[in-house]
């Protein structure tokens, strides 16, 4: 009877499952750590990236417009109208 010692112990299994199910939850605890520090990264870069985007688009259309008033409108030399009709 002396194996069969840890099977009447229901402290020792207690123990053992209490073992397991916290280890279980600290890699669940590590793994929501991980994907939550996964997903303020990517939100840091596309805040970045959407920041750079508004920048470039704000300094096109500067260039855009200093290129419309660097061209000011010159009078053309009109053609004489042919008068023979």
């Known amino acids: 009877m002396a194996g ?3 099977s009447t112990n229901p402290d020792s299994a207690r123990n053992r499952a209490q073992r397991f199910f916290s280890s279980t939850e600290k890699r669940d605890t590590e793994a929501k750590q991980t994907i939550e520090n ?3 990264a990517t939100d840091a870069k ?3 990236l959407h920041a750079l985007k508004l920048a470039k688009e704000a300094a096109e259309g500067i260039s855009a417009e200093n290129a419309v ?3 000011s409108p010159t ?3 009109r053609k004489p109208r042919d008068k023979t009709a």
């Open 75 to 77: 009078s053309r030399a």
């Open 46 to 48: 596309t805040a970045k």
């Open 38 to 40: 996964e997903r303020a």
């Open 4 to 6: 069969s010692k840890s």
């Open 69 to 71: 008033l660097q061209k």
